[in-house]
């Protein structure tokens, strides 16, 4: 990933920092990530004033390129960058020239022509992010490629567990469900890692993909393995990934009778956590989504401070809390 | 066994000093070589030029010219990819004296009115001999035989459905007991596509790691074993095209042992990379058979030294820009390699010692030549000339600006390769440099 991560400082102002992306969790080191979310709790902090705008990114422009369908993460990116007030623009493939057979590289090369800051994007493919980092001059920031790498639902998973739980390091969190299919399970895996937390993976066997350990996990095929996790992580089923005939699991009854995750199955205090979106009684049952212990809705609000986070990260450098503290002050 | 090429001036050469090297005549001295009429006239030291042109290849290696068994020429159907003039373009710069095309072009190699054509066309503008496989089954897609015997009696170079398996274990029975009237090689892509689904990349850590979706070792192994056991049940000879996994080369090595006429090919870049690579997402990486783990890449090169895998392919598969320059996991598969072929082999093979020069001349040269039941290339007095003269101190670097070929999907680009092909003699002819 190294080659197209290459800066070609010769050609940008010089009063821009140096180009980054965020496509991969890899990306990142142990400082970047807690560099982001000490930046992410000081925008919590100014989203609790009445004025919630900051002029930090004035002038800038976010593009989000979304070729798959998504509430919450085109929404969030969008306040996001709205909030630090950026200009926005965005562009879903469907009613666009994506529709009338454009290819993903003209595409980004018509929007660079509008010489956006960052482009946010979410694709189907595997390697999307890389092609448009590999032609654009903007930051690109992977919004989920296919089954790769969601980076920023990591980084909100890692401040809502910080919030909620007090820590990340030495957490023992049980990631349960579709990890093959699942770029929430391999960012936030690398993630976790990063900080020192436990992971276990829990899954039917199919599901569970070889050679995943090499990530620094654990596995297993048995529900039972939950028990002693102090956070449940919940994927989704994701059926519009199931080919006809896979057979990964003989049908969805037999799914959540094995790991489906129900009351009986928690410890009281265990917390509960899922990307969204949920299907209610295959994956979760519907108490433990509705349950105090659930930090279901956190993960949403975390979402909006944590892209706040990522686009402010790229954009500015320098100290945060000098920069926040000034920022305060223009507002 | 038909080759066809464009007519040319025979060449009439002295080459002076080089180190020849002919694995097949046990030859490695520092001879001139002198060609008259495109036919090795004599061996030996101080040859007079006697108004041929001259050629001072003291420091250059002279051996017999390549031999590729597996290339997509794209045509009919994506001449923009390629053509018959190009791809024997490209295979002359890349030290080749003959080539074999294979059939999967639109529309398919599959009746003798497409094969003719070809022929035809091959008669006008083919740069070095190149031969055409035809389809095992009618347009290529597993349940009817092609009309074998005529098809091979109109010049086909062999048969096979390479791109797809023969899925249907009763018509690979039927193909080999049919091809036993050719006397042409039949020649299979090994994949369980059950096994292989919608698969990326090997199935690995890799893998796991990218979640990019696997192609398991597998889902080749168990076709090549199926193979094997129906060639071995027919006694029939068969040949494996570009085997990636350990497991493949363990069921070869097996079935030979157990008297299986069965032959084996592999890849430059199956040689030289394993799915490491594949993290840099880039396009050029994905072909198929995917590139496996580094215990597969050690399996390959063993066979390769030990006569198990007999030759090296490789698999040239041009594709359009921008068919490649999409993401990953949308791209088609398939990378070019007939002009970087040598180079690549030789700085990551021989340069650091793990395949022998001659074995390597050997598997390029007269391995796949045997494969197809072609005249093996030599250099001896009165063999047509074969000859490839290369520079092994020269280094380059990998530019798509100088490739010959109509696409430049390659592995290597802005890589620095080790040794350079400066001549190359096709059929008595002086077809590069």
Known sequence: MADIHV????????????????????????????????????????????????????????????????????????????RLSADTMSIKAAGSAVDKGESLKDTALTLAAYDPDVIVIRHPHIGAPHLVAGNV?????????????????????????EQGLGRIERLHVAIVGDVLHSRVARSLVQALVLLDARVTLVGPPALIPRGIESLGCETSYDIRAIEAA?????????????????????????????????????????????????????????????????????????????????????????????????????? | MMLYAKDSRKANLVIRGARVVDPGRRIDAVLDVRVDDGVVAQLGTGLEANGHRVVDAEGLLLAPALVDPHVHLRTPGREDEETIASGTEAAAAGGYCAILAMPNTDPVVDCSAVLGALVEQARTEAGIPVGFLAAISKRQAGSELTEMVELAESGAAGFTDDGC????????????????????????????????????????YVSAQLGLAGYPSVAE??????????????????????????????ALREAQAHGVTASGEVTPHHLCLTDEAVRSLDSNVKMNPPLRGPDDRAALIEALRDGTIGAIATDHAPHARHEKEVPFEAAPFGVTGLETAFAAL??????????????????????????????????????????VLIDPQAQWDVDERSFRSRSANSWLLGQKLRARISLTVAAGRVAYG
């Open chain 1, 137 to 161: 001059d903007a930051h690109v920031v992977n919004a989920g490629d296919g089954k790769h790498q969601h980076p920023t639902q990591a980084l909100l998973d890692l401040y809502t567990l």
């Open chain 2, 346 to 387: 030789y700085t990551h093979l021989v340069e650091p010692g793990l395949v022998s020069l001659p074995t390597l001349l050997e598997r390029m040269s007269a391995g796949p030549a045997r494969i197809y039941r072609l005249e093996p290339p030599q250099v001896a007095v009165g063999a047509e000339a074969n000859l």
């Open chain 2, 221 to 250: 192994s168990v076709m090549v074993e199926r193979d094997l056991s129906l060639a071995h049940y027919e006694a029939q000879p068969l040949h494996l095209l570009h085997l990636s996994a350990r497991e493949s080369v363990d």
């Open chain 2, 165 to 204: 398996p023969v899925a249907s274990p009763g018509l690979m029975r039927r193909a080999l007991q049919y091809n036993a009237l050719t006397g042409c090689t039949l020649a299979v892509h090994c994949e369980e596509q059950t096994l292989s689904r919608s698969g990326q990349m090997h199935e690995g």
């Open chain 1, 7 to 82: 800066v070609r400082e010769e050609l940008l102002p010089p009063v821009r920092p140096p180009r980054r992306h965020l496509i991969a969790i890899t990306d990142l080191t142990r400082d970047d990530v807690e560099r982001l979310l000490a930046t992410a709790r000081s925008f919590a902090r100014s989203l609790e004033r009445e004025m919630k705008k900051l002029p930090t990114l004035r002038g800038r422009t976010v593009v989000n390129l979304f070729y798959e369908s998504s509430t919450r993460t085109s929404s969030s990116f969008e306040l996001a960058a709205k």
């Open chain 1, 230 to 331: 102090d956070v449940v992580y919940v994927l989704r089923m994701q059926r519009e990934r199931m080919q006809d005939g896979a057979n990964y699991v003989p049908t969805l009854r037999e799914y959540t009778a094995r790991w489906g995750v129900t009351p009986e199955r928690l410890r009281p205090g265990q917390k509960v956590m899922h990307p969204g979106p949920m299907n209610r009684g295959v994956e979760i049952d519907p108490r433990v989504a509705d349950a105090v212990d659930a930090l279901i809705t956190d993960q949403v609000r975390s979402g909006l401070v944590v892209r706040m986070a990522v686009l402010y990260d790229l954009l500015t450098h320098g100290p945060v809390e000098v920069k926040v503290a000034a920022m305060e002050e223009v507002a």
